[in-house]
């Protein structure tokens, strides 16, 4: 029953709190919250298992291999968090261990996302077609080991708060840091202020969910492939063609010598 601006103004509160400490200080409190968030989603699996219901993952391919793997194409926009990889090599103390850092991100994601698909379709297929705004919370309430321990779905509630928190954090930050590299501003402070008005206003932009929803099916998916894949990949191209062109050079010039 609360009004949503509250709601809202609280989670920017902490977010800026948060933008007034270094890096390192934000990436040493997701990293006491990502194991919370990991076990909870393994429990709920396993607090589950009882109530799934394993054909529900046939027919395979039902939908027909068109539709999953070329107008499925539009989900990948589920793995935006990929792009924050982008940004990491320059925030770490030792980049010999980046390749150790990706992997283990993309092995923990990877982990994250079949649990939590595979306790959707397992327990209630038609959630996946229906506007369910959280059907993970749909299946918290599901658990109960006794009389004395049902309706878990709070401390679920909770644990996904602190992620989202720490999620818009270290987003945040990345963000603030390339607008101060972009502008040369040498004070970053003053802009956690802007940035939280940024947030609160482009948060009320939506009147409803069903905008939300189309936002997010949309535009912000289409947005993140296109940034995470398609410039990534892009990037990628032009770099190895520049070194090889370098190559050529310097092996023309010797020659030349």
């Known amino acids: 029953m609360t009004s949503l601006i509250f709601i809202i103004i609280t989670f920017i509160a902490v977010i800026c709190i948060a933008l007034h400490h270094r890096f390192s200080s934000i990436a040493k409190v997701n990293l006491l919250i990502i194991p919370f968030v990991i076990i909870s989603i393994i429990f709920l699996f396993a607090a589950n298992i009882k109530n799934f219901s394993f054909d529900?993952?046939?027919?395979?391919?039902?939908?027909?291999?068109?539709?999953?793997?070329?107008?499925?194409?539009?989900?990948?926009?589920?793995?935006?968090?990929?792009?924050?990889?982008?940004?990491?090599?320059?925030?770490?103390?030792?980049?010999?261990?980046?390749?150790?850092?990706?992997l283990s991100s993309i092995i923990l994601g990877t982990v994250y996302f079949l649990l939590c698909i595979s306790i959707i379709l397992f327990m209630f297929i038609s959630l996946m077609y229906t506007n369910q705004i959280m059907p993970l919370y749909s299946a918290a309430r599901y658990i109960e080991f006794g009389n004395f321990f049902q309706r878990l779905e709070s401390i679920f509630l909770l644990i996904w708060i602190l992620q989202m928190v720490c999620y818009l954090s270290i987003v945040s930050k990345l963000s603030i840091s390339i607008?101060?590299?972009?502008?040369?501003?040498?004070?970053?402070?003053?802009?956690?202020?802007?940035?939280?008005?940024?947030?609160?206003?482009?948060?009320?932009?939506?009147?409803?969910?069903?905008?939300?929803?189309?936002?997010?099916?949309?535009?912000?998916?289409?947005?993140?492939i296109g940034i995470s894949i398609i410039l990534g990949l892009s990037i990628l191209i032009l770099a190895y063609l520049k070194k090889r062109k370098k190559k050529e050079l310097n092996?023309?010039?010797e020659k030349n010598l």
Do not use: C, R, W
Request: charged residues 15%; glycine residues 8%; proline residues 6%.
């Open 179 to 224: 607008f101060k590299k972009i502008t040369n501003i040498t004070d970053e402070k003053p802009l956690i202020l802007v940035f939280g008005l940024l947030i609160f206003a482009i948060s009320l932009f939506p009147k409803n969910y069903a905008i939300s929803k189309f936002i997010e099916n949309y535009i912000y998916h289409y947005m993140v």
């Open 56 to 102: 529900n993952i046939f027919p395979i391919f039902g939908d027909g291999l068109f539709n999953t793997f070329v107008t499925g194409l539009g989900n990948l926009g589920a793995f935006g968090g990929i792009t924050l990889l982008y940004f990491i090599p320059p925030l770490l103390k030792e980049p010999q261990k980046m390749k150790k850092v990706y």
């Open 251 to 253: 092996a023309n010039y």
